[in-house]
């Protein structure tokens, strides 16, 4: 089909199909912002269901709405105004941005974060942090489009050609919204306190220094024969073998009113909490380690997922981190089919992780696990 036939092919579709011709059009144009979005930032695309969600607010929500408003506003102005089209055009534009502007976005940022599947709570405190920033950004473009546009189109191709304007403001909205998450993500990480419980709740624990997710240092993942059965939640069918999937935290404070928190020296460097009224392990506390515990990945608030090198803390949060398999007999691989690395002896253990910065690893014997430096060491 030539130029000039497929123009007049979507003038009459224009005509015969106003809200589907537009639709479409709009509902394309936001979707590929969307991707390209997504190319700038992520080098890929990771969500479809972002593209579909601002095709689908597009079709049947945006051009409905900027379709009936341009109509409605442009019979007010002529009526204000019947001699001066400039005159008539302010007018118009003046109402586009002082009224519609902010009530769209408004709708914009509740319709997409429900068809994102995001929270009620989330989308409302992104309208507070987002709205009159993104409003402020619309009034340094719009305006002249929607002038321009009232002034010179027919009414029909306002929103078809606006869509060209508005695929670069749909990729800098998509943009925005990449960089205002991936803050958001660190500033909840660097503010979380580390808290956690075991299932029953009998056994809590906080950081005494009031620590947070930030400096959770790595995890690994044992299979000896001293963790408790129940406790070895992370099973490989690759390696064949169960493990206790363990956490670095900075020291904490663990408290049991009902006196369920038993404490088991089952060698001599290291003690383990378990509660002995829902059999949970809840951590491994090492002699030689003065800032640094080791708790089960299950016990930690908010619930954690692995996802090497990624420990997903909920909400969309997520941090990368050092995590390894040790002591694990039951297998020749080097790593598992996540990419773990699988070790059949302690693997790649640095001496209290969570040390502050700065402060010097610990002098540790490698044969009975005892501070050398303290003279805890007898090994001669």
Same mark, same amino acid.
């Given at each position: 089909?030539?130029?000039?036939?497929?123009?007049?092919?979507?003038?009459?579709?224009?005509?015969?199909?106003?809200?589907?011709?537009?639709?479409?059009?709009?509902?394309?144009?936001?979707?590929? !912002?969307?991707?390209?979005?997504?190319?700038?930032?992520?080098?890929?695309?990771?969500?479809?269901?972002?593209?579909?969600?601002?095709?689908?607010?597009? @079709?049947?929500?945006?051009?409905?709405?900027?379709? =009936? @408003?341009?109509?409605?506003?442009?019979?007010? !102005?002529?009526?204000?105004?019947?001699?001066?089209?400039?005159?008539?055009?302010?007018?118009?534009?003046?109402?586009?941005?002082?009224?519609?502007?902010?009530?769209?976005?408004?709708?914009?940022?509740?319709?997409?974060?429900?068809?994102?599947?995001?929270?009620?709570?989330?989308?409302?405190?992104?309208?507070?942090?987002?709205?009159?920033?993104?409003?402020?950004? $619309?009034?340094?473009?719009?305006?002249?489009?929607?002038?321009?546009?009232?002034?010179?189109?027919?009414?029909?191709?306002?929103?078809?050609?606006?869509?060209?304007?508005?695929?670069?403001f749909g990729l800098y909205?998509?943009?925005?919204?990449?960089?205002?998450?991936?803050?958001?993500?660190?500033?909840?990480?660097?503010?979380?306190?580390?808290? %956690?419980?075991?299932?029953?709740?009998?056994?809590?624990?906080?950081?005494?220094?009031?620590?947070?997710?930030?400096?959770?240092?790595?995890?690994?993942?044992?299979?000896?024969? +001293?963790?408790? +059965?129940?406790?070895?939640?992370?099973?490989?069918?690759?390696?064949?073998?169960?493990g206790t999937p363990w956490? $670095?935290?900075?020291?904490?404070?663990?408290?049991?009113? =009902?006196?369920?928190?038993?404490?088991?020296?089952?060698?001599?460097? $290291?003690?383990? %909490?378990?509660?002995?009224?829902?059999?949970?392990?809840?951590?491994?506390?090492?002699?030689?380690?003065?800032?640094?515990?080791?708790?089960?990945?299950?016990?930690?608030?908010?619930?954690?997922?692995?996802?090497?090198?990624?420990?997903?803390?909920?909400?969309?949060?997520?941090?990368?981190?050092?995590?390894?398999?040790?002591?694990?007999?039951?297998?020749?691989?080097?790593?598992?089919?996540?990419?773990?690395?699988?070790?059949?002896?302690?693997?790649?253990?640095?001496?209290?992780?969570?040390?502050?910065?700065?402060?010097?690893?610990?002098?540790?014997?490698?044969?009975?696990?005892?501070?050398?430096?303290?003279?805890?060491?007898?090994?001669?």
């Open positions: 089909m030539a130029a000039g036939e497929w123009a007049r092919w979507y003038l009459s579709a224009l005509e015969k199909k106003p809200y589907v011709t537009k639709g479409l059009t709009s509902g394309v144009m936001k979707g590929l !912002s969307d991707i390209t979005g997504q190319l700038l930032v992520d080098k890929k695309i990771n969500s479809y269901q972002t593209i579909l969600s601002k095709f689908i607010f597009e @079709f049947f929500i945006g051009t409905p709405i900027w379709h =009936n @408003f341009y109509k409605y506003v442009n019979y007010f !102005s002529m009526y204000c105004i019947k001699e001066s089209k400039f005159l008539r055009t302010l007018l118009s534009t003046f109402i586009d941005q002082t009224t519609m502007t902010p009530l769209f976005y408004i709708i914009w940022y509740y319709c997409i974060g429900i068809l994102e599947s995001q929270s009620l709570k989330d989308i409302k405190q992104q309208v507070s942090d987002e709205l009159i920033p993104t409003i402020i950004s $619309a009034w340094k473009v719009w305006p002249f489009y929607t002038f321009f546009q009232m002034y010179f189109l027919p009414e029909q191709l306002w929103i078809p050609v606006g869509n060209i304007v508005s695929y670069t909205l998509k943009l925005r919204d990449s960089y205002y998450k991936q803050n958001k993500d660190s500033l909840v990480v660097a503010t979380q306190k580390i808290y %956690g419980s075991c299932t029953c709740g009998s056994v809590t624990y906080q950081n005494m220094e009031n620590k947070t997710l930030h400096d959770i240092w790595g995890m690994f993942i044992c299979h000896c024969s +001293q963790c408790p +059965q129940n406790s070895k939640t992370w099973f490989d069918k690759d390696i064949n073998s169960s956490v $670095a935290i900075p020291r904490s404070s663990y408290k049991s009113p =009902n006196k369920s928190l038993v404490i088991k020296n089952l060698s001599n460097f $290291a003690e383990r %909490g378990i509660c002995q009224k829902c059999g949970d392990s809840v951590y491994i506390r090492y002699m030689c380690e003065k800032h640094t515990d080791w708790v089960h990945m299950k016990t930690l608030t908010p619930k954690l997922k692995l996802d090497p090198p990624l420990l997903h803390l909920g909400n969309g949060i997520r941090k990368t981190i050092k995590c390894q398999h040790i002591h694990c007999k039951s297998t020749c691989l080097e790593k598992d089919f996540k990419g773990i690395p699988i070790y059949d002896n302690e693997g790649f253990w640095e001496p209290d992780p969570c040390r502050e910065k700065g402060q010097a690893e610990p002098n540790v014997c490698s044969n009975c696990w005892q501070l050398i430096d303290d003279g805890n060491c007898k090994c001669g």
